[in-house]
């Protein structure tokens, strides 16, 4: 089944970067689009960023656009979320997720446990 | 973007009953390739979100057939023919029709 385990959250200082890794297994990893997607603490869920099967296309939440750099290796079955000035507005637990099959447009059908990271001085 | 909005925001319910939670839309989710990306997830205590129904009505592996979902344009609902014990959590709406992805702000179901 879809197993997707996140790694790379920690406590870090505002302005400093963090990059966080999704190793994903047991579905086909190179013909799937993926998400990431946040969580602060006690609150809901924000969408951060989606990256298509092969990279072509990106697309980011404008809270994170411009510091945040989504990418993947498929010879490695890994998707990546590079983080950099981070503020403690980012302090959350980040999930990685596998698109639902079909276009750039579907939402997360399975998402990982997630990797909390502490934005603080 | 496109602001979700559900309604209530919690409800306690007694084992067998039913319930039902209603997602608005600040915008028409259909998309002009003739879908309608809207989607309902459960996030259980301590765990991560499970889909449970994209594209408004469409149940994801593995669902129950006591979770239905229905609407169009921006009026969506979701209904639970017979609440159980298993299903406390919150439930969110989320639209993909436009990017940023958006979420409602939760629905927080209890058991009575």
């Known amino acids: 089944q879809v197993q997707l385990v996140e790694s790379g959250g920690g406590v870090v200082q505002p302005g400093r970067s963090l990059r966080l890794s999704c190793a994903a297994s047991?579905?086909?990893?190179?013909?799937?689009?993926m998400h990431w997607v946040r969580q602060a603490p006690g609150k809901g869920l924000e969408w951060v960023a989606v990256?298509?099967?092969?990279?072509?296309?990106?697309f980011y939440a404008d809270s994170v656009s411009g510091r945040f750099t989504i990418s993947r290796d498929n010879s490695r079955n890994t998707l990546y979320l590079q983080m950099s000035s981070l503020r403690s507005e980012d302090t959350a637990v980040y999930y990685c997720?596998?698109?639902?099959?079909?276009?750039?447009?579907?939402?997360?059908?399975?998402w990982g446990q997630g990797t909390l990271v502490t934005v603080s001085p | 973007d496109i602001v979700m909005t559900q309604s209530p925001l919690s409800l306690s319910v007694t084992p067998g009953q039913p319930a039902s939670i209603s997602c608005k839309s600040s915008?028409?989710?259909?998309?002009?390739?003739?879908?309608?990306?809207l989607y309902w997830y459960l996030q259980k205590p301590g765990q991560s979100p499970q889909l449970l129904i994209h594209?408004?009505?469409n149940r994801f592996s593995g669902v129950p057939d006591r979770f239905s979902g229905s609407g169009s344009g921006t009026d969506f609902t979701l209904k639970i023919s017979r609440v159980e014990a298993e299903d406390v959590g919150v439930y969110y709406c989320?639209?993909?029709?436009?990017?940023?992805?958006?979420f409602g702000q939760g629905t927080k179901l209890e058991i009575k």
């Open positions: 594209k408004v009505y």
């Open positions: 990256i298509s099967y092969d990279g072509s296309n990106i």
């Open positions: 989320t639209q993909s029709t436009q990017f940023p992805v958006t």
């Open positions: 997720a596998k698109k639902y099959e079909g276009s750039i447009f579907e939402a997360p059908d399975s």
């Open positions: 915008q028409s989710l259909l998309k002009s390739d003739g879908k309608t990306y």
């Open positions: 047991g579905f086909t990893f190179n013909i799937y689009g």
